[in-house]
């Protein structure tokens, strides 16, 4: 039985809601695979709870189960993700629930990945009741960039990130950089980073500010989101932050010509070399690599490239309560310019304050 909205219990909400909140836990740490939560509920007391803490480790519905014991069994199992069931690192969470002898298990949503779906079927077919679809749009959000990937898309998931200013700019006229959001936007920024499997910026920001690009003040990823420029002429200087610390942090440039003397010398600092002439092709030779999420943080070029392109899944915009004024560059300046008969209208999937600074993550619109 598949539920509707309609067909859900407040108190079965909030148990899906406080798997979902466990699943979050394993942010930056379970890549590739995804996040998952899972609360045990036995005579409407939760007997146990947990979730996929890292990539490798103990799945969500085995954590939940040994801390359950023999209370599992005749319980209810709330799970973000139908149970898998097929061998990877851990054995099938389909046969561990049959084991453990559970009454019934409810899934936010089917298993995208061809490899491990088919676990409500395994269930099913061994007496356990299945129910599929509590809080789903909350669980497809969580792991959006793993059910793209397993769905078979030929790119990344890609999250564009823009600071701006109230009026929408994002360097002054002088172009002189400097923090427009405050320090609590900014460790958002650096949480954002430890979700993604790479980060990426055009060349005019990696000139203009000099960027890092790694995770700081937040907790680390278990794997070091690679560094990505697009830097079409390999103008990237060799004494770069990027470049200087390229042998300590992967880091690739996307160039027309990767046999370029320029690309030569970055070479020898240990950045490698995406041959690529076009975005798409450049999108597909990262996805390639195994970058299933790419958070882009610009500049206004390589946004308005993306923007234009359809290329976009997610828009993070950080807006700080500062005017640049007359001159300034635009966030969005280099976007094509729209048919103001048709203006399809962005989905607001989150607004949050950090401090004075408001982030708002759209979704672009569908069709």
């Not at 909140?21 to 939560?37: E, I, S």
């Not at 298993?111 to 497809?140: K, Q, S």
């Not at 993604?196 to 907790?219: E, F, K, S």
């Not at 597909?284 to 958070?295: D, E, F, I, M, T």
Request: aromatic share 4%; net charge positive; proline share 7%.
């Amino acid at each position: 039985m598949t539920g509707t909205d309609g067909a859900w219990s407040t108190r079965e909400r909030a148990w899906m809601r406080r798997a979902l909140a466990l699943a979050k836990r394993g942010w930056g740490q379970t890549a590739p695979n995804p996040m998952v939560g899972a609360v045990i509920v036995r005579d409407g007391e939760v007997v146990g709870a947990g979730f996929h803490a890292r990539y490798g480790e103990p799945h969500a519905e085995a954590v939940a189960l040994a801390q359950a014991g023999d209370r599992a069994r005749g319980a209810d199992v709330y799970c973000t993700l139908e149970p898998c069931n097929a061998h990877g690192k851990q054995p099938p969470c389909s046969e561990a629930l049959i084991a453990a002898g559970v009454r019934r298990v409810v899934a936010a949503m089917a298993d995208p990945n061809p490899a491990m779906a088919h676990g409500a079927a395994r269930l099913r077919a061994a007496g356990i009741a299945v129910d599929v679809g509590l809080e789903e749009a909350a669980a497809r959000e969580l792991n959006a960039p793993f059910i793209h990937w397993a769905g078979g898309a030929p790119r990344p998931w890609i999250t564009l990130k823009l600071a701006m200013s109230a009026d929408g700019a994002i360097a002054a006229a002088d172009r002189e950089r400097g923090w427009l959001t405050g320090e609590a936007a900014r460790r958002e920024v650096h949480r954002l980073r430890a979700g993604a499997d790479a980060i990426g910026v055009g060349i005019g920001t990696a000139l203009a500010d000099d960027p890092l690009l790694t995770v700081r003040g937040v907790r680390k990823p278990r794997v070091a989101p690679l560094r990505v420029v697009f830097d079409r002429q390999a103008r990237l200087p060799t004494f770069s932050q990027l470049a200087k610390t390229a042998k300590r942090v992967p880091t690739v440039l996307v160039t027309d010509d990767p046999e370029a003397p320029a690309m030569t010398a970055l070479h020898r600092k240990g950045i490698g070399a995406i041959c690529a002439r076009t975005l798409p092709a450049a999108l597909a030779a990262l996805h390639a690599r195994g970058v299933h999420h790419l958070l882009v943080e610009g500049g206004a070029e390589l946004a308005g490239a993306l923007l234009g392109a359809n290329l976009v899944d997610r828009l993070v915009i950080f807006q700080a309560p500062v005017l640049l004024g007359a001159g300034a560059l635009g966030a969005f300046s280099a976007v094509p310019a729209a048919d103001t008969g048709a203006l399809p209208r962005w989905r607001v999937v989150e607004r949050r304050e950090f401090d004075d600074d408001l982030m708002t993550v759209l979704a672009p619109p569908v069709g």
